[in-house]
């Protein structure tokens, strides 16, 4: 009974560090403003299938003095649209655009959202919207290069590959990927804009060391586009441009280029002869032509 005891609280141990792992905050873009009304919570993001997009930047809104604020589909577990800015925009009231960042492409129409004493509400077209339906989530492909400390690309380094949605849960081997000749870690499938992804390295090749940290992010950036990470507290910080599998030892020396095998062409002498022959025909033809003129003014 204590081993099945602890083997569950090591479990138990084990999902929460996930759900805090891999589950991103915008808490440092301000406070949270949830979009409410008169039967608590309301609003969410769903993409064309009707499923709701979990913790999805949908864009930006800016009033002034205050700053940007985050627009965010999260959970519906954590209550759907959320806004993550400036705490003034609790007692904002007006109506402001709402920017598409690049994670995703709105519903056609013009979205904006309308601040009624502090609290926000979803509309497009000028018409309340109760939900956004028919987001197109961004896919973009993801690889990144892989490289000894003299930045030579390493092939034969093995990497695993998982995804996991924002929430901590369903969770997705993507296989095993081993690098090529061009030293790239390609994911295998293009990433989705709306989970995240890591990688951790099985093996190095023979003579080099793994990457460290054991463990890499992969999390679609405010900046856009994909971007290798190794903190996962703040999406927009800490990326990485290339793995690092150091080479031990010292760097190898670089081989000669082998001498061709057939001598290098000196050039053909029979042309120049043939010049100093053309010439010397030439002037003994000009001295024929103007000796007869000498002889003839004697």
């Not at 309301?42 to 864009?59: K, P, Q």
Request: charged share 15%; proline share 8%; aromatic share 10%.
């Amino acid at each position: 009974m204590k081993k099945l005891g602890a083997c569950m609280l090591f479990t138990l141990c084990l999902a929460l560090l996930c759900q805090t792992a891999f589950a991103v905050s915008f808490s440092q873009y301000g406070d949270a403003i949830p979009f409410t009304d008169a039967h608590g919570f309301t609003g969410s993001a769903a993409d064309g299938n009707g499923v709701i997009c979990s913790n999805l930047w949908l864009g930006t809104v800016e009033a002034p003095v205050l700053g940007k604020a985050y627009l965010v589909s999260e959970t519906p577990v954590n209550g759907g649209l959320t806004l993550y800015g400036d705490a003034g925009y609790r007692s904002y009231t007006g109506d402001l655009p709402i920017q598409p960042s690049p994670a995703c492409t709105l519903p056609q129409g013009q979205w904006t959202v309308r601040f009624a004493g502090g609290v926000p509400f979803l509309y497009r077209d000028g018409a309340y919207q109760p939900q956004m339906t028919g987001v197109t989530i961004t896919e973009a492909a993801f690889s990144i290069p892989v490289q000894d400390q003299y930045g030579t690309p390493v092939a034969g380094a093995v990497f695993e590959l998982e995804s996991i949605t924002w929430g901590g849960n369903d969770s997705e081997s993507l296989g095993v990927v081993t690098t090529g000749a061009d030293g790239l870690l390609r994911f295998p499938r293009p990433l989705s804009a709306d989970r995240v992804y890591w990688f951790t390295q099985s093996s190095a090749p023979a003579g080099y060391k793994p990457m460290t940290p054991e463990m890499m992010d992969v999390q679609f950036a405010t900046s856009g586009g994909f971007r290798a990470m190794t903190n996962t507290s703040y999406p927009n910080e800490a990326y990485v441009n290339v793995i690092l599998n150091p080479r031990e030892g010292s760097q190898p020396a670089t081989a000669p280029t082998p001498a061709s095998a057939q001598p290098p062409k000196t050039g053909d002498s029979s042309q120049p002869l043939l010049l100093f022959v053309l010439a010397t025909l030439s002037g003994l033809a000009l001295l024929g032509l103007t000796l007869p003129r000498r002889r003839r003014q004697h």
